[in-house]
C-alpha cells in the first residue's frame, strides 16, 4: 500500500480533494471543522502512515503542564544539552496546569512536523497519539504523571525507591513518630513516594498513622500549610518525609515560626535535589532524582525512535539516591520532650 | 523598488540564480558559503529587506546565554505568558555560555522564519542584525549585558538605582564596612549595580574601599568563596550587598561555615527576588528585579514591531524595589566585637 494510494482511497471515502486530506495531514487550518473530523477518522480506521522519511524540522517539542517550578529547569537543561549535539532546536509550551495538552497544542505540533515530542507530566490521550503517530511523529513522556499506558515510551525515576530511602535514613536515625507530606495523590510519583515511606515502616515494625500523612501539591506553601498542621499535633513528629524539596522549604519556614530548629528539634528529608538543596541553611538531606540524565536519555530515545531505531526498552526508571546534608539528625530525647517532663541533658 | 526586481538585480550581480539568492534568504542549507557570502554582502550593500506581509511562523526565538540559573525560569514564564495569549510558540536555545550567538543558530533562525527574536543577556554583532533586518525579523534585547547599541530594542531594570537602594538601606540600618560581591564586570548590570553602591556611599560621607569590593560570576559558588575572603578580613565587613540572590545564598554558607550569624554577625541584602529568596533561612531581604514583567513588556514590543507598530520607545526599564526580609538588622556594636574587646550586653 503506498502512501499516494492511502490518500487518494481516504479523499475518495471522505469525499474530499487529496490536497485536502494532505492539509489535514499537515494540521492546516483551513480545513473546516466536520471535514478535518471525518477526515482523521479516516485516517485512523485505516491505520494511515505517513511514509518514513518525510521531512521533519530539526525541531523538538517540550511540553510542561506547568512551567512554575525551578524543577521545570533541570529537564530543559537535560533537553537541550542533547538537542545541541544533534542541532535540533527547543519548542517550549505549557498546557496550563492540565495533565493533556489541548488541540490547539496539537494543530500546532503537526504544522510544525517536529523530529519528536517529549511531555513532562503530561500524557496524550488515545486520539491525540494516534494523530502523532499518523504522521510518524514519535514521543517519550518523562515522568509520567499518570499511568502513560501499554507501549507508551517513558522515562521515570525510581520514586518508590526514593521514598523507601528517606524513611530509612529516619528510622536508622532512630525516629519513629515520622510524618509524611505527600504529593497531589492523582500522581503517580506522589502515590510511589508514599508507599516506599509506608514499605520501610512496615518493615521496621512501625504501625501506620494516617494523622501523620498529609497531601500536598509540590509547592513550597503545601509544605508550610500542611507542616504547620504536622508541628501542631499533641504528639508531633520528630522527623517528616517532605515528598519533595519545595515542600520541605515550606516545612523548613513552618519550623522556623514556631521556633523548632533543624535538625535539633525536627528533621527533614526533601525529594528531587534541586540545586537550591544545598544552599539552603541547614542543607537538605533529601532524595536526589536525576532530572537532567532522564531528560537526556528521553531526548536520546524520541530521537532513536524518530530514526526508525527501536530503543531496547521503551520504560526507563532512572535511579534515585539519598544525599545526606545537614537537616537529618538522631531525635532529641525522642517524644519526651514534648511533653517537657524530661530535662534536657 | 519592488522585492522582484531587487531579488533579480542582487542575483545578476551576485551571478547566481534568483532561486539561490531566496535559499539564503530562507537559510537554507544547500548554498555553497562563498556564495551565502557573497549574497549576504549585496544583500547588506543594497538594504535590501523582505517585504513586509511575507509569512512568519507563528514561533518566537527565545536565547539565552546559559540555562544553569533559576533565574532562565522566571524569563521563560513571562515569555511563555504572552506568547500563549498570541498563539505563538517558543523555540529555546542556549548559546552555550557565549554572549553572541553563533550563526548556525543565525541559520536556524532564518529557516524558522519566527515572528520575532528575544535575546536574554546576549546581543547580535552587526552582520547578524542585518540578516533578520534584511528577512524583517524583529529583535528585542533582555537585560542587556553590554552596551545592546544604538537604536536596538532593550527591556531592562533599573540595576543602578537598585544597586544604590540596596546600600542605603544598610547604611540606614547603621553599617559603615559594607562589603559588595559584585557580578562580572563585563556586564553592564553588574558594573550599574557596583556604581549604585558606590554612589551611596559616596552620599553618605563615607570613603570607597577597595578591599571590600569584589567581584564574582553571579553563581552560588562565588558567593560562598569571595564572601570566605571578605569575612575573612582583619576587619570584616559587617554587611554585604551580594550583587544578586545566588551569590548572597553562597554567602549565607561562608557566614555557617565561620559560625556568624544572619543578621546579628552579619547582614546581607541580594538582587533579582527569585521565589528561593522568600523560603531560605533567614528569609533573605533583596532587590528586586521584575524578570517575569521584563519578558512580557519585550515579548510584546516584539510582536508590536513584527506587526509593523513601532513601539513609542525603544528602550524601557522596569523599576527595581527593595524587599525588606530578616537578612538585614542594625549592626551589633559595630567592629569592636571583631576584637573581643566588647563584651556581649
Known sequence: MTRA?????????????????????????DVAQATRERVEELLRRHGYRRRRGTQSSPLLELV???????????????VENVAREEGLSIVLSESSGRLTPGQSWVDGVLARRPTGVLLVLSGLDRSQQEQLAGRDIPFVVIDPAGDPGQGVPAVGTTNWDGGLAATRH????????????????????????????????DMAGIAYDPELV??????????RR??????????????????????????????RELGLRI????????????PLARWVGPPLTTVRQPLTEMAEVATRMVIDLARGTRPGTLRVDLATSLVQRSST?????????????????
Chains 1, 2 share one sequence.
Open 64 to 78: 510542561f503542564h506547568e512551567l512554575e517550578s525551578v524543577w521545570a529547569m533541570e529537564v530543559i537543561r537535560g
Open 5 to 29: 494510494a492511502t490518500l487518494a482511497e481516504i479523499a475518495r471515502e471522505a469525499g474530499v480533494s487529496a490536497p485536502t486530506v494532505s492539509k489535514v495531514l499537515n494540521g492546516r487550518a
Open 170 to 201: 529516619l528510622l536508622d536515625l532512630g525516629h519513629r513518630r515520622i510524618g509524611l507530606i505527600g504529593g497531589p495523590s492523582r500522581m503517580m510519583c506522589s502515590r510511589a513516594r508514599a508507599d516506599g515511606y509506608r514499605a520501610a515502616l
Open 214 to 223: 498529609r497531601d500536598g501539591d509540590f509547592h513550597h506553601e503545601a509544605g
Open 329 to 345: 539528625a538522631p531525635p532529641q530525647t525522642p517524644s519526651r520532650t514534648v511533653d517537657g517532663e524530661s530535662p534536657r541533658l
Open 263 to 274: 535538625p535539633e528539634d525536627l528533621s527533614v528529608v526533601g525529594f528531587d535535589d534541586l
Open 226 to 255: 500542611v507542616g504547620l498542621e504536622l508541628l501542631g499535633l499533641p504528639e508531633r513528629p520528630t522527623a517528616v518525609f517532605a515528598g519533595n524539596d519545595l515542600q520541605a522549604l515550606g516545612l523548613y519556614e513552618a519550623a
